[in-house]
């Protein structure tokens, strides 16, 4: 979470009473009780919100009475007064329930600060009223910003507008109409929204059919964060419009978000299950002697064949390697177990090949597209069967009497320590995060922090979880890097490093040549 998101966003359901209400208090309370009850059934974090206009001033004088604008005469027949909302608030917190505010005036930010209001919204309708959205930013509170009708522009003024001020603050997709037809959901904007504020909590808030549960479920899959809708209770006296959840609906709707949760798992890919692992492995070919193979003797390809089933603890053909030496007598058609054959290690290209892809696909992930020109260099100071522990690749993108290089690293991966005598350098994080330690002293840098080396310091680095960053220097000379390590000093540049043409796979083999994994 960064510096800006101390508000937990995340599954959080926005329960809108609006005016729903009906003007009565204790229809407003059986709204609270029911979707209390719907939250708690499910172990969800609720929020009760409710709407604050100053009427008397929110209402120009000349339209109190007579309107052509359908909302005023709703709004006038049903007011309530700030103490009849209080006991909304506090029903509402006895519930387990957060709370939540809309104010549609100045005045109405400072009454909901005075009450205590967990967080603040900010409507469609509001959400390019300046005056308002600078009121809301002083408050303190958390806020919530609709975005129905806004344009892109328009968001991206909020964003910047909230993040300089340092407001924890949520943005939700929405389409203002009431209710919403399906082919006007438009539910591919969350994940545009969340691309385009990258780390933003991207929310939804819905005015489709109630009934309709499928919605919020690709809602999920979209990646929101956070969901609103509104809700009521009808009785014999009281018509529900058609946009508005019942509390059985509600219960329905946060049941169908928990299955799409369920589906959808997370974004880290998770490790097999056992019952999978067992389903492939019934598919898998393994291997098996076409002749006797005795103790202590070299397998090569032309005395095996592959063949269903592999048998548990048996090598299957994905990991057979030429090389395979016989630890134990192998009848004819007899397999080969794990037990009874020692299998060679990769060779050093098939390592740094392997590498190629997971770099290419980290890249992918990060959005750094790259053209075909340019040189890599895998750095690997402990030997290539290290580099997954120590090592770099290095995109050689120009050297003139300036440089620039794209560094990447994979989850695990470490630098040694090392300085230039010559070279002053600046990193930049494009992606991931950056440990990196600098005179002795340790950062930890995100996208778009930035780090100075000068010439003569002491630094290496490392990460966790994967980066991408960019290197801006003066002219990179070979030979001057020097090691903490002076076994490494003692190479020849060609055993810590190999460099390839653009990424080099059908070079690898010819470059490498005597070099050994060590």
Not at 150 to 168: C, E
Not at 322 to 351: H, M, Q, T
Request: glycine share 8%; hydrophobic share 35%.
């Amino acid at each position: 979470m960064s510096e800006l998101d101390e508000f937990d966003f995340t599954d959080l359901f926005v329960f809108d009473m609006a005016n729903n209400h009906q003007g009565s208090v204790e229809h407003g309370l059986k709204i609270i009780d029911g979707v209390g009850a719907a939250a708690r059934k499910h172990g969800v974090r609720g929020v009760m919100k409710f709407q604050f206009r100053q009427l008397d001033t929110f209402i120009h004088p000349s339209h109190r009475e007579a309107s052509d604008n359908k909302h005023i005469p709703r709004f006038q027949s049903t007011r309530l007064e700030p103490k009849d909302y209080q006991v909304f608030v506090d029903a509402a917190r006895e519930g387990g329930l957060l709370t939540m505010c809309t104010p549609f005036d100045e005045e109405s930010v400072d009454i909901i600060v005075d009450m205590g209001f967990d967080i603040i919204k900010i409507a469609s309708c509001s959400a390019e009223d300046w005056p308002l959205v600078e009121k809301a930013s002083e408050s303190g509170l958390p806020l919530i910003c609709s975005t129905g009708g806004v344009g892109l522009g328009g968001i991206d003024s909020l964003n910047s507008h909230f993040t300089h001020r340092g407001v924890d603050f949520a943005i939700m997709h929405c389409v203002s109409i009431y209710p919403t037809p399906s082919e006007m959901l438009e539910l591919n904007q969350i994940e545009a929204l969340r691309q385009r504020y990258p780390g933003r909590p991207i929310g939804w808030s819905t005015h489709e059919d109630p009934d309709d549960t499928t919605p919020v479920m690709i809602a999920v899959a979209k990646g929101a964060s956070l969901f609103e809708r509104h809700v009521g209770v009808a009785t014999d006296e009281i018509t529900l419009n058609a946009y508005s959840s019942t509390p059985e609906q509600v219960d329905r709707w946060i049941a169908a978000f928990k299955r799409a949760k369920d589906m959808c798992g997370g974004q880290d890919r998770p490790e097999s299950p056992e019952i999978e692992q067992e389903s492939i492995l019934s598919l898998k070919r393994g291997v098996y002697a076409k002749e006797p193979i005795a103790a202590g003797k070299l397998i090569d390809r032309e005395q095996v064949y592959f063949a269903m089933p592999c048998l548990e603890g048996q090598v299957d053909s994905g990991v057979w390697r030429d090389g395979a030496v016989a630890s134990a007598s192998i009848d004819v058609d007899g397999g080969l177990f794990k037990n009874s054959v020692s299998l060679p290690g990769p060779p050093p290209e098939l390592l740094l090949k392997t590498a190629v892809h997971e770099v290419k696909a980290l890249l992918n992930v990060a959005k750094v597209p790259l053209n075909i020109e340019f040189s890599t260099e895998y750095s690997h100071h402990y030997g290539i069967s290290n580099f997954r522990e120590t090592g770099a690749v290095l995109i050689n993108c120009i050297n003139r009497e300036y440089c620039k290089k794209i560094l990447v690293q994979l989850p695990g991966q470490q630098h040694p320590e090392h300085f230039h005598k010559l070279k002053d350098e600046t990193f930049q994080v494009l992606y991931g995060q950056l440990h990196i330690q600098v005179d002795g002293k340790h950062s930890i840098l995100g996208p778009g922090q930035i780090c100075l080396v000068q010439p003569g310091t002491w630094h290496s680095f490392w990460t966790e979880t994967g980066v991408v960053f960019e290197e801006i220097s003066t002219r990179d000379v070979s030979g001057d890097s020097y090691y903490r390590d002076k076994a490494i000093n003692r190479m020849d540049r060609s055993e810590r490093k190999t460099v390839v043409d653009h990424w080099g796979r059908f070079q690898l083999p010819e470059v490498l040549g005597g070099v050994g994994a060590e």
